[in-house]
Each structure stands twice: as structure tokens, then as C-alpha cells.
């Protein structure tokens, strides 16, 4: 993660040391943000696990408040922890946004589903109650809420923060990852960059 880090903001610090006089006018190659990455901490805990797993996302903005985003918290590639995993897919909204120059931050409203597997993740989806005791995955509906700032080093790129949480319907989950109801909670901070 800090080697992450390091390569998102040692762009960031030669671009401020060139643009003193000079100020950013972000301008993203389709009028708005188009492709983002981040990394950070999953604080999801399920099974008993309190310790907060790594995740990564991806979001697609095809139109300008529209965006697609995939998180989930990489079982096998970014940990190898004997815990349930989460997988998040959604449709994002920016409900509100501020622009001052080179920075901006926006109310992201989302609204997709999570998977949550405890074991090897089979092709597809698992919708509706556990049809048996040894289940090893479950999806259903979820609802999401963040704040996600950008700051654009540079007019064709920028680098970014969110938090945000939410909570999914998944009716397996307590017989796939021992929740005690359906509700399954989640949060997390992300870092990135994007153009």
C-alpha cells in the first residue's frame, strides 16, 4: 500500500513545485473523469474477523454524474486470510458536487449488489435464501452512500479519496458467513488516481 501511495503522490509533489505561478484547469479527456483506481481498507467484518481486509476498486464513469464501480477485497490476490470475502458491484450516482479550481468533492449515491463467499467462488450469482447448510456463497441488493474528493495535479489526471458505506439484503448471509440477519453492513477508505 505505501508503494501505492508513493507513486500517487511523488507525481503529485513535482507537479506542485512546477505550477506555482501556474494554476491546473482540469480538463478530463471526455469532459469528466472517465477511468479511476483505488486501494485501500475493506472494514467490513464478517466471521469473526474484526481486522480490516485490503480492497481495491475500479470505477467507469460513462456520463459525467454516471458511474460504474467493482470493489471487493481480493481473497488469494490481495490477502490470504482464512475469512469470508466481499464483492461489490454497483451503479453510482453523484448526487452533489463542489468544484474550487483544481479540487472537487461529490455525494456519490450507489446502488448494485454484494456477494459474499466463505470458500471458492463459483461462476455467477447466488440470489435468495441458503437452499443448503454448506453454502459457500450468497448476493442480494444493495444501497451505498460516500464522499469521494479529487484533486487534479495536472489537467488529464487527478488523484483521489472516499469513504463510504452501505448495507446489502442477503438472505444466505447468515448461513454463508454467520452474520446473525440478512443485513450485511460495509465501509471503507479508498485511495487512487484517474484521468
Known amino acids: 500500500m505505501l508503494a501505492f501511495l508513493s507513486l500517487v503522490w511523488v507525481p503529485v509533489a513535482v507537479a506542485d513545485e512546477g505550477s506555482s505561478t501556474t494554476a491546473v484547469v482540469p480538463r478530463p479527456i ?9 486501494g485501500g481498507v475493506d472494514t467490513t467484518a464478517l466471521g469473526g474477523d474484526k481486522a480490516p481486509l485490503p480492497t481495491i476498486c475500479a470505477e467507469v464513469t460513462p456520463l459525467d454524474r454516471l458511474s460504474l464501480e467493482a470493489c471487493g477485497n ?5 490477502h490470504t486470510r482464512d475469512v469470508p470475502d466481499t464483492m461489490h458491484l454497483r451503479l453510482r450516482y453523484a448526487a452533489a458536487r463542489v468544484r474550487r479550481g483544481a479540487a472537487e468533492a461529490a455525494l456519490m449515491l450507489g446502488a448494485g449488489l454484494t456477494e459474499v463467499t466463505n470458500g471458492i467462488d463459483a461462476p455467477g450469482f447466488r440470489f435468495g435464501p441458503a437452499t443448503t447448510p454448506d453454502q459457500v456463497e450468497a448476493a442480494g441488493p444493495e444501497l451505498s452512500a460516500g464522499v469521494k474528493a479529487r484533486w487534479w495535479p495536472h489537467s488529464r489526471a487527478y488523484v483521489t479519496f472516499e469513504i463510504g458505506g452501505g448495507a446489502a439484503w442477503v438472505p444466505a448471509a447468515p448461513t454463508v458467513v454467520g452474520t446473525p440477519g440478512p443485513v450485511v453492513g460495509f465501509g471503507g477508505v479508498t485511495v487512487g488516481a484517474g484521468f
Open 30 to 38: 471526455a469532459g469528466h473523469p472517465v477511468l479511476e483506481l483505488r
Open 74 to 78: 481480493g481473497a488469494g490476490v490481495l
